[in-house]
T-cell receptor
Framework: GENVEQHPSTLSVQEGDSAVIKCTYSDSASNYFPWYKQELGKRPQLIIDIRSNVGEKKDQRIAVTLNKTAKHFSLHITETQPEDSAVYFCAASPPLTSGTYKYIFGTGTRLKVLA | DTGVSQDPRHKITKRGQNVTFRCDPISEHNRLYWYRQTLGQGPEFLTYFQNEAQLEKSRLLSDRFSAERPKGSFSTLEIQRTEQGDSAMYLC??????????FGEGSWLTVV
């Protein structure tokens, strides 16, 4: 079945450094890749997303890159701040025309930004 | 706040009891999803509605679980004869056109 692998499971960086989280998906038909940030006890919140017709997308300190051939995508956070500390989840979604709308989530990366 | 709202936020129940969770999606969203999340894991898809029609169900959704969305607005998720393995956070999400889904704060279930 569909699967999304996410690495690393935990990541500690010094404040101001960059953080990179990587995901690999199995379903080549997937064409939408959101990233969610979840703080303890809170809802997952969408922070950035990318569609398969785009190779890179940037929003201030956050960027996502997609390699369709290799079926992997990455989240890059630059100039990390303590408030970036949270669990980050990647997900893959099939095209709307497939008739299914479920996201397949990775297992999450716990990011700790050390002050 | 016009986000997805869920009720109750926390529920502790004894094994064997039934529980029901309610989700109110963002008002113009026609698609509604239920996910389950356990500690240290990503959300797992349970079921999906488009308007009032339940179009997809995960095999995770055993016959003890039932979800409804009677008028295409709010939805309920009922778990009958709860088991300790049902302890998790149950997340509701909604979307309109396109893929992007927005989650509610979740309903934490603890089965003792």
């Amino acid at each position: 079945g569909e699967n999304v692998e996410q690495h690393p499971s935990t990541l500690s960086v010094q404040e101001g450094d960059s953080a990179v989280i990587k995901c690999t998906y199995s379903d080549s038909a997937s064409n939408y890749f959101p990233w969610y940030k979840q703080e303890l006890g809170k809802r997952p919140q969408l922070i950035i997303d990318i569609r398969s017709n785009v190779g890179e997308k940037k929003d201030q300190r956050i960027a996502v890159t997609l390699n369709k051939t290799a079926k992997h995508f990455s989240l890059h956070i630059t100039e990390t701040q303590p408030e970036d500390s949270a669990v980050y989840f990647c997900a893959a979604s099939p095209p709307l025309t497939s008739g299914t709308y479920k996201y397949i989530f990775g297992t999450g990366t716990r990011l700790k930004v050390l002050a | 706040d016009t986000g997805v709202s869920q009720d109750p936020r926390h529920k502790i129940t004894k094994r064997g009891q039934n529980v029901t969770f309610r989700c109110d999606p963002i008002s113009e969203h026609n698609r509604l999803y239920w996910y389950r999340q356990t500690l240290g894991q990503g959300p797992e898809f349970l079921t999906y509605f488009q308007n009032e029609a339940q179009l997809e169900k995960s095999r995770l959704l055993s016959d003890r679980f039932s979800a409804e969305r009677p008028k295409g607005s709010f939805s309920t998720l009922e778990i009958q004869r709860t088991e300790q393995g049902d302890s998790a956070m149950y997340l509701c999400a909604s979307s309109y056109i396109g893929n992007t889904i927005y989650f509610g704060e979740g309903s934490w279930l603890t089965v003792v």
